[in-house]
Nanobody, 129 residues
């Protein structure tokens, strides 16, 4: 059974930190880019960041750059999203996803929803101000 399972969400005060985890099972994970997205109430799901599988290079949206860090542990089939200096506008359901394709041109990366084919169920992050 193919699964991506996020965990680590919760309630945190503004300025605080959380680390989300995304555990993969039943699918090839280590040789694909893995992305994080989020969806706030009444808004569309948006790209947060991605980690490329071969280089380990990460890319982030401008709204989280410098505050969020993505990492991966291939031995554990797990991807992480470390979130620091959280703001109320970071409140959302956070999703991890596996990219549809393994290879991208230099400096290119999957950022659109339809560039991902497997998704987790999401984990709620609430930042209180």
């Amino acid at each position: 059974q193919v699964q991506l399972v996020e965990s680590g969400g919760g309630l945190v005060q503004a300025g605080g930190s959380l680390r989300l985890s995304c555990a993969a099972s039943g699918l090839t994970f280590t040789t694909y880019p893995m992305g994080w997205f989020r969806q706030a109430p009444g808004k569309e799901r948006e790209f947060v960041g991605v980690i490329m599988w071969s280089s380990g290079i990460t890319y982030y949206s401008d709204s989280v750059k410098g505050r969020f860090t993505i990492s991966r542990d291939n031995a554990k089939n797990t991807v992480y999203l470390q979130m620091n200096s959280l703001k109320s506008e970071d409140t959302a359901v956070y999703y991890c996803a596996r990219a549809r394709y393994r290879y991208y041109n230099r400096n290119d990366y999957p950022k659109a929803l339809n560039e991902y084919d497997f998704w987790g169920q999401g984990t709620q992050v609430t930042v209180s101000s």
